[in-house]
């Protein structure tokens, strides 16, 4: 099988990597050729500590990759998060020369090149220039200017900006593993694109990915990506704080989190405790399941105020001065949580109770024909296979470009082949043999004088 043929989305997170290779049914879903998982070791809070055990785990989840796909694996398309991420809006404009031509790809890609060059902070480099509407002259919400006719294109972007460095680190570790970086994708966006419907984009809606080591947040509306922004908290602190708070290792704090937490004390019986094996011949440990219960919900909520607080600097919760709520910026589908953090029992119900959007857990394998034994069911791979669903467009759309060149060079041909060659006139060569042997014209005066002096000799004779 050919490398075209297939994609790869690597997910670089704080606890784990994975690897999904897959491919386009002929039904326009997602067929999954093969997963590969490693422990994450040299990743905290979504950025790269240390190199060389980030470049092992990475090397470990293609290795499985491959053997599960039974595919080598060159490329990736590679997901960023981490709290040196931020955005902000930019509006800029472009002049066109000919206001009779209409406006095309090109003229988009230049004004997303100008935005590019927009100065940020020190140290800091634009990830993605994501515009979000248009406006022609004075026609204003544009989405698809294309085709369209005007002097002046103006455009209002989403910008994702991050630290250098931590993305340096990222591309160095991924190109010392053996691979090719085919692009680097903002974290919520790719699992943005492997749970959300359509609907819910259009209608307005928040996905909060709760990973290892950060909560990625992406608010959309309209179809249009309107705010991103990456906690940097995640089920990590939820852990270390039942390691603290119930004196235990991180080993049995993180299975007492994924196998007893609940983000609901309420929920939980008085009289139901979980034993913990002690430590070297210590005596064992009994944590009620309501203590338990408590330190994690403590935790959970301060996430999920933060998630308020960054749905607030957007607008979701704006109301105009008569009292009706703005609708441009309303999320009328409410709040997409995914990601392993996702997992914990009754976390649903505390994040409508905090945040008073409606919620859901967004599953991974909507897109997936092939997942008969629901292994990419859980939330935790929704970024790896959103990562997949980039790669896989990125190659369709370098083909497409591909078959169109092609097209244009077969036409150009044809058009050259068909039309009349132009018949260069020769210029008639005379012999000099013909030059010597034409008389030479006289002037006409002397012709005159000679006809004048014979006039007069005939006379006399």
Known sequence: MEANEYSVGLDIGTTKIVAIVGR?????????????????????????????????????????AEKSAKVPIKKVTVGIAGKHIRSLQHTDYIGRQDPESYITEVDISKLKEQVKKIAVHPGEEIIHVLPQEYKVDSEEEIIEPIGMHGTRLEAKFHVVVGQMASIKNVVRCVKEAGLELEALTLEPLASAEAVLTQEEKEAGVAIVDIGGGTTDVAVFKDNIIRHTCVIPYGGGIITEDIKEGCSIIEKHAEQLKINFGSAVPELEKENAYVTIPGLHGREEKEISLKSLASIISARVEEILEMVNNELKSYGAYEMKSYGVNEQ?????????????????????????????????????????????????????????????????????KQENLEIQHKKEEEVSKLVEEVAPK?????????????????????????????KFKNFFEEEEN
């Open 422 to 450: 132009p018949v260069e006139k020769q210029p008639e060569t005379v012999s000099t043999k013909e030059v010597q042997e034409e008389p030479k014209k006289e002037a006409w005066s002397v012709r005159f004088m000679k």
């Open 24 to 64: 386009r049914s002929a039904h326009g879903k997602i067929e999954v050729m093969g997963v590969g998982k490693s422990k994450s070791l040299g990743v905290r809070k979504g950025i790269v500590h240390n190199i060389a055990h980030t470049i092992s785990s990475i090397k470990a989840a293609i290795s499985e």
């Open 328 to 396: 441009k910026r309303k999320l009328i589908a409410g709040m997409v949580l995914t990601g392993g953090g996702s997992n914990l029992r009754n976390l649903r119900q505390l994040a409508n109770y905090v945040t008073g959007f409606d919620c859901r857990i967004g599953y991974a394998n909507e897109y997936i024909i092939n997942d008969k034994n629901q292994l990419l069911r859980s939330p935790e791979y929704s970024t790896a296979i959103g990562l997949l669903m980039e790669s896989l467009r990125i190659n369709e």
